[in-house]
């Protein structure tokens, strides 16, 4: 699986922006997909993750009600709402996928997944 990731960009703080993923392969609606973010100095870090189906989703506390995860799986994509931004969401932005199955014990793991794009960069101003 190749895994795509676009939409960042240079945003002012409580602007919007929306990433995408985009998979390659026939096998994506069976993956769990996650998003992790990486600021300059950091360790890369959860966000988002959500199942196979979009029935179950699971956010980090520090985006938990501004971030929302979505997929459609007929277009083999996954997205990431980013709103109310903030200049600490500056980060560079990962998608990755897990073959695995559903759980929320492992999710905010980077071990969990077993696929990396290549990242998007959101730069927010204060």
């Known amino acids: 699986v190749q895994l795509q990731a676009s939409g960042g960009g240079l945003v002012q703080a409580g602007d919007s922006l929306r990433l995408s993923c985009a998979a390659s392969?026939?096998?994506?609606?069976?993956?769990?997909m996650g998003w992790f973010r990486q600021a300059p100095g950091k360790e890369r870090e959860f966000v988002s993750a959500?199942?196979?189906?979009?029935?179950?989703?699971y956010y980090a506390d520090s985006v938990k009600g501004r971030f929302r995860i979505s997929r459609d799986n007929a277009k083999n994509t996954v997205y990431l709402q980013l709103n109310s931004l903030k200049p600490e969401d500056t980060a560079v932005y990962y998608c990755?996928?897990?073959?695995?199955?559903?759980?929320?014990?492992?999710?905010?793991?980077?071990?969990?997944?077993?696929?990396w794009g290549q990242g998007t960069q959101v730069t927010v101003s204060s």
């Open positions: 392969g026939r096998t994506f609606s069976t993956y769990v």
């Open positions: 959500i199942n196979w189906s979009g029935s179950s989703t």
């Open positions: 990755a996928a897990d073959r695995g199955r559903w759980d929320e014990r492992v999710l905010a793991g980077q071990s969990a997944y077993d696929y």
